[in-house]
């Protein structure tokens, strides 16, 4: 019977030609040496094919070489069913991690048998100069999760899933498909019998890129095209994320009103692109709030959990000032 490796890193690559050398050196190069690497090209149109050949000699690579583009997460979806890693983790090519970044999360894991392991994120610009305060800025040293108020770390990190390591017998517990969203996976945090640690001694990078405009109009158009923002999309959603274990009730009610902060914001996006009328737009923010019971009693009691940016977007959609962040949106969007 074969060994499984220790981490299955799962990328995916479209249009990051720019970038992908950079990352996947950073990825070979890991101090953590038994991992499974599984690169799914998803048709880029970029010379990515060529770049991803140079280091087919790794033995550790598992190449997907697609011919039709299916989407970010039908890509990652690919990734996962051919990988065999005790743990899983998602990274995106046009960022990078530490040298140690893998062996660290994985020893703390074991260590601790832990479920998910929490790495730290640093925002870097196009000249990979570290901007912004880092997501695990609040925690103090490496730690195990056990109480409400210990979760408070989680709230400020980005919901994405590429600076946690899964295990992956949790994942199967589970029944998670990629189709389903990070949001899904984000939640499986705060879950019953789900055992979490962060460490905020080693980094993922992540690149944020390109001007304020064509970052709106491709967020904007790809969002929108996806189907998790129709209306029926976001009943079926939302029924998956409530349907989730957590007992605690505390976490629970802050954990939705996060949930209706992204949820919320990112069908905003959509609406850059699709402009519904006034009326759509007041429907799906009773529903959000109604079904997250997202309230005055709520919003007071937890606001404190969240970062200034997270306090004021909600504090103005409890008022009913959506127009206000929507406008908002729309003028960066054409800066």
């Given amino acids: 019977m074969a060994i499984k490796p220790k981490v299955s890193v799962l990328v995916p690559a479209y249009n990051v030609d720019k970038y992908i050398r950079k990352f996947l050196d950073s990825l070979v190069n890991q101090t953590l040496k038994d991992i499974e690497i599984v690169l799914v090209n998803d048709a880029s149109p970029d010379t990515c094919d060529e770049i991803i050949a140079e280091f087919l000699t790794d033995d550790r690579i598992k190449y997907i070489n697609k011919t ?24 995106d090519p046009d960022d990078y991690i530490d040298d140690n970044f893998l062996e660290s999360l994985y020893l703390f894991g074991k260590e601790n048998e832990l479920d998910i392991v929490v790495g730290n994120v ?9 901007f ?3 997501a695990l800025h609040k925690a103090d040293g490496r730690k195990v999760l056990k109480s409400d108020e210990d979760y408070k770390v989680l709230l400020g990190t980005p919901y994405a899933s590429w600076f946690r390591l899964f295990k992956r ?5 589970f029944k998670y498909n990629y189709l389903q969203g990070e949001l899904v996976s984000y939640t499986i945090q705060f879950c019953d019998g789900v055992k979490v640690g962060v460490n905020p001694e080693v ?10 405009m064509s970052n709106y109009d491709k967020s904007a158009k790809r969002i929108s095209e996806s ?29 939705y009103m996060y949930i209706f902060r992204v949820y919320y914001s990112l069908t905003m996006i959509t609406w850059l692109e699709e402009n519904p009328s006034k009326e759509y737009k007041k429907k799906v ?13 709520n919003f007071f009691k937890f606001v404190s ?13 409890l008022m009913g000032f959506d127009e206000v962040v929507l406008k908002e949106l729309k003028k960066r969007k054409s800066n």
């Avoid at 299916?70 to 998602?90: D, K």
């Fill in 132 to 134: 912004g305060k880092t």
């Fill in 203 to 212: 980094f993922y990078y992540h690149r944020k890129h390109g001007a304020s």
């Fill in 285 to 297: 923010g009773r529903l959000l709030k109604k079904e997250l019971c997202f309230n005055s009693k």
């Fill in 68 to 91: 039709k583009n299916e989407g970010l997460w039908m890509a990652r979806q690919s990734a996962y069913e051919i990988a065999t890693g005790e743990y899983i983790v998602n990274l």
């Fill in 227 to 255: 189907a998790e923002f129709s209306w029926d999309g976001i009943h079926r959603k939302l029924a998956l994320l409530k349907a989730l274990p957590i007992s605690s009730s505390n976490l629970r009610k802050t954990l």
């Fill in 169 to 173: 017998e949790v994942m199967e517990n």
């Fill in 122 to 130: 640093q925002s870097v610009d196009e000249n990979d100069n570290a």
């Fill in 305 to 317: 959990w969240f970062k200034r940016k997270e306090q004021v977007f909600l504090g103005l959609c």
